[in-house]
């Protein structure tokens, strides 16, 4: 018997039909936020711990006495390893949270269920990135500034000298040789050292700076011009009393020094920006590693919601 017309209910109008049809919208997002936040706070804390315990490790393992504690070879590809591994722990359990904490979806397909498992570890993944960039980018800032200034301390300042000296600056040799801490100032003085001990004059100081303009004009151009070095070999001739041939002799040996001091500066520099370098590679490897990491974890997490749901 054919139930009349009226009683007829449409079962695509049906609220209580739990599936969907072609072309209507779910009623929430397929989005959730909840288990995302979740899944990323737990990601920012456990990287948060385990950078705490990376720094007390890397702390205990150097000295600042040379040829003490770990060597910077080996210091550097510790820690390389650490932020891999840091990244990978935290992405895995964020990852893994979003998906075993996201509420079950019925009367979908699978694809669809791991397409979204997948999306909820990577957005959670992407959310703690951004939380802990925020929260650690005034302590990375910090730690960096201070390992550029203990290496510019190392270097003994001698990129002072190396900036003076390309860039011709007379102005700022002066001011250099007369510092009580600068690197030109230590050779100029280095090179009127006298074997008899007497208080400087004021012309002794102007001669000081001259020469100093010197060194850094010889520094640009790479070598000492030959009227320059006997100039500068009389200067010191008649300072410190010895001959003109032994003032000739320490001129060149002073200048040659003052060459290693500036070449050794160049080659921190160039190992600087060559560990900065690798850093970032380090670090743009350990994110995308984590990116995919979080992803999967989600997705195992999600299988294993639906398991036992």
Same mark, same amino acid.
């Given at each position: 018997?054919?139930?009349?017309?009226?009683?007829?209910?449409?079962?695509?109008?049906?609220?209580?039909?739990?599936?969907?049809?072609?072309?209507?919208?779910?009623?929430?997002?397929? !989005?959730?936020?909840?288990?995302?936040?979740?899944?990323?706070?737990?990601?920012?804390?456990?990287?948060?711990?385990?950078?705490?315990?990376?720094?007390g490790l %890397?702390?205990?393992?150097?000295?600042?006495?040379?040829?003490?504690?770990?060597?910077?070879?080996t210091?550097?590809? *510790?820690?390389?390893?650490?932020?891999?591994?840091?990244?990978?722990?935290?992405?895995?359990?964020? %990852?893994?949270?979003?998906?075993?904490?996201?509420?079950?979806w019925?009367?979908?397909?699978?694809?669809?269920?791991?397409?979204?498992?997948?999306?909820?570890?990577?957005?959670?993944?992407? !959310?703690?990135?951004?939380?802990?960039?925020?929260?650690?980018?005034?302590?990375?800032?910090?730690?960096?500034?201070?390992?550029?200034?203990?290496?510019?301390?190392?270097?003994?300042?001698?990129?002072?000298?190396?900036?003076?000296?390309?860039?011709?600056?007379?102005?700022?040799? *002066?001011?250099?040789?007369?510092?009580?801490?600068?690197?030109?100032?230590?050779?100029?003085?280095?090179?009127?050292?006298?074997?008899?001990?007497?208080?400087?004059?004021?012309?002794?100081?102007?001669?000081?700076?001259?020469?100093?303009?010197?060194?850094?004009?010889?520094?640009?151009?790479?070598?000492?011009?030959?009227?320059?070095?006997?100039? !500068?070999?009389?200067?010191?001739?008649?300072?410190?009393?010895?001959?003109?041939?032994?003032?000739?002799?320490?001129? *060149?040996?002073?200048?040659?020094?003052?060459?290693?001091?500036?070449?050794?500066?160049?080659?921190?520099?160039?190992?600087?920006?060559?560990?900065?370098?690798?850093?970032?590679?380090?670090?743009?490897?350990?994110?995308?590693?984590?990116?995919?990491?979080a992803?999967?974890?989600?997705?195992y997490?999600?299988?294993?919601?639906?398991?036992?749901?």
């Amino acid at each position: 018997m054919t139930p009349p017309a009226s009683a007829y209910v449409d079962p695509r109008r049906d609220p209580l039909v739990p599936h969907a049809t072609a072309g209507a919208e779910a009623p929430a997002s397929a !989005v959730s936020w909840g288990a995302i936040f979740a899944g990323a706070a737990a990601a920012a804390v456990l990287s948060l711990v385990l950078l705490v315990l990376g720094t007390g490790l %890397g702390l205990s393992s150097i000295s600042p006495w040379a040829q003490d504690g770990a060597s910077a070879k080996t210091l550097g590809i *510790s820690s390389g390893l650490w932020i891999i591994l840091m990244q990978l722990a935290a992405a895995a359990l964020g %990852g893994y949270m979003a998906g075993r904490l996201r509420t079950r979806w019925v009367n979908l397909e699978t694809d669809e269920v791991v397409f979204r498992d997948t999306a909820h570890g990577f957005l959670a993944w992407g !959310v703690a990135t951004l939380i802990t960039a925020a929260l650690l980018a005034s302590t990375v800032t910090s730690l960096v500034s201070g390992g550029v200034r203990a290496g510019a301390t190392v270097a003994g300042g001698a990129a002072t000298a190396a900036s003076a000296a390309a860039g011709g600056s007379a102005a700022a040799a *002066s001011d250099n040789a007369k510092s009580e801490d600068g690197p030109m100032s230590y050779f100029v003085d280095q090179l009127f050292r006298s074997p008899k001990a007497r208080p400087a004059s004021g012309s002794d100081q102007a001669s000081s700076a001259e020469v100093a303009r010197i060194f850094t004009n010889a520094l640009a151009a790479g070598k000492m011009p030959p009227e320059d070095s006997r100039y !500068v070999a009389q200067v010191v001739s008649q300072r410190t009393g010895i001959s003109q041939q032994e003032a000739e002799k320490r001129v *060149s040996e002073t200048f040659a020094a003052l060459q290693a001091k500036l070449n050794e500066a160049k080659e921190a520099a160039d190992k600087a920006r060559k560990a900065s370098a690798v850093a970032s590679l380090l670090l743009f490897i350990s994110l995308l590693a984590g990116a995919f990491v979080a992803s999967l974890c989600a997705t195992y997490g999600g299988r294993r919601r639906d398991a036992l749901t």
